[in-house]
């Protein structure tokens, strides 16, 4: 049996693909560095991070992308002997079609291939493809040639701005696209067509698209075609799967789908899907990955295995040999570097922000700009991956003065942070508050009042149970102080949001440290600990 989702906490846009015997998904990570991340599985049960291909800055710059820009929407290909990776750099958002939002609906993004003879090898510097929309995908046909597809972006006033799917030629020898591009695609009145990805089975080239938006009207939708550039007829049912109609779906917002098939030849389905807070209909945990067996029935038409196309909790797994993989240890150290499960935001140039070798043993994050910045943030952290967990860390840091400032996040981005930290006043001296970024309150920003700390180093700690976060500290790890106040942990999630940002990311609980004097005074943090849990009352 099948636990979904297969990736939990932040993961979205699963592209999936199958050699020999092993599972390999891609999943976008923004502005999040490195970029993509690669989950590795052999019976599509069990699942481990492996690596993040876009590690270097001839790949991947996002300094200066605004908040859920960056990398979207991979696409993980096998062919020639290669693992082809393709991506999307968002550099301008613009606005939303949401009503309330202002400014004009011009978009910056540019698509890449990357390549590599092994899944943990090194990658290639990119291939520039094209700029014309997001969500590219390469389809490897049989006859050698290779297609990219994507959707179009029209900003023009009074068009459709999710214009269709668009098919181009691409030339492996040439690394460009060639020939003519085509608009093969301009879906279905619920709008918002984009993630294509193209199959061939049986004489058909089969295009699955999402639609309906990364919310709560997602869906899957399906055509067919005998020709790879059209024209397309739609599925009988046209959304193959979607929990749009169905407010009692433990997975909701279920839609951008890629399909696989194991060795005995059956089809799942990747996608991703939220699970909302009960009360608070929020998705803290931000878009995750799930799977389910797909079936394709005597008309050819591919459907849910009981045709009602839902996305199902504990799907049958295939009857592959089973391989797990050993749990994340509670507590991290950093001898060794920096662990696979943590990452930083969009600088290519890690050894600005922190170090594991400056004090031996611990993580050492230098002052950088403030907390939320597009460039510079020395900001550290992991997934929150269950909606119950408890995190907590060492930190030794002596401020000199109000400009600095150390200490545990719950982050999600610059609009949106709960962050317990230490700095220091020429009235309170060395203290701890929290600073909050609330987006959905009229007070943007709020503090708690300063508590006095003596020198030394200190225990941050956070608690989170669905909606509710509470941060203590403690000088000996034993005794915990807990601070009065009791936070929204909601607003770190895609639907808390001023109108017409972009939000396609996740909660993340970490590391931070500024220093907006510019002297890049450091704090060094001993471990961090992470522990998913029960809900505690």
Partial sequence: M???PILPGFNPDPSIVRVGDDYYIATSTFEWFPGVQIHHSRDLVNWRLIGRPLNRASQLNMLGAPDSCGVWAPCLTHADGLFHLIYTDVKRYGRTT??????????????????SPTIDGEWSDPVFLNSSGFDPSLFHDDDGRKWLVNMLWDHRPGRNRFAGIVAQEYSPAEQRLIGERKLIFEGTPLGLTEAPHIYKRDGWYYLITAEGGTGWNHAVTMAR????????????????????LRPDAPLQRAGHADLVETQSGETYAVYLCGRPLPNRGRCVLGRET????????DDGWLRTTDGQGMPELNPPAPNLPPLTFPPTPVRTTFEAGLPIDFQWLRSPFPE?????????????????????????????ARRQQAHCYSAATLVDFEPEHFQQAAGLVCYYGGTKF?????????????????MSALPDSPQA?????????????????????????????????????????????????????????????????????????????????????????DFRP
């Fill in 2 to 4: 099948i636990r979904n």
């Fill in 98 to 115: 949401t009503a309330g939002a202002s400014g004009a609906s011009l978009r910056d993004f540019h698509n890449y291939l990357v390549t």
């Fill in 225 to 244: 075609s005998r020709d790879l550039l059209g024209p397309y007829a739609l599925h009988p049912d046209t959304y193959i799967l979607s929990s749009r």
């Fill in 290 to 297: 799930a799977i389910q067996p797909m079936v394709w029935g």
């Fill in 352 to 380: 600005e922000l922190f170090s594991t070798s400056a004090r031996p043993g611990c993580l050492r994050l230098f002052g950088r700009e403030t907390i939320g910045s597009q460039f510079r943030q020395a900001l550290v």
């Fill in 418 to 434: 709960h962050y317990l930290h230490v700095s220091h006043d020429e009235v309170a001296g060395k203290h701890l508050r929290v």
């Fill in 445 to 533: 920003d709020a503090f708690t009042p300063p508590v006095r700390l003596p020198a030394g180093p200190v225990h941050l700690r956070v608690e989170v149970d669905f909606e509710r976060l509470r941060f203590a500290w403690s000088q000996d790890g034993e005794t915990w102080n807990w601070l009065p106040q009791v936070f929204d942990a909601s607003i770190l999630s895609d639907e808390a949001t001023a109108p017409g940002l972009p939000n396609f990311t996740g909660a993340f609980v970490g590391m931070a440290c500024q220093d907006m004097s510019g002297m890049a005074h450091p704090a060094d943090f001993a471990w961090f600990d992470y522990e998913e849990r």
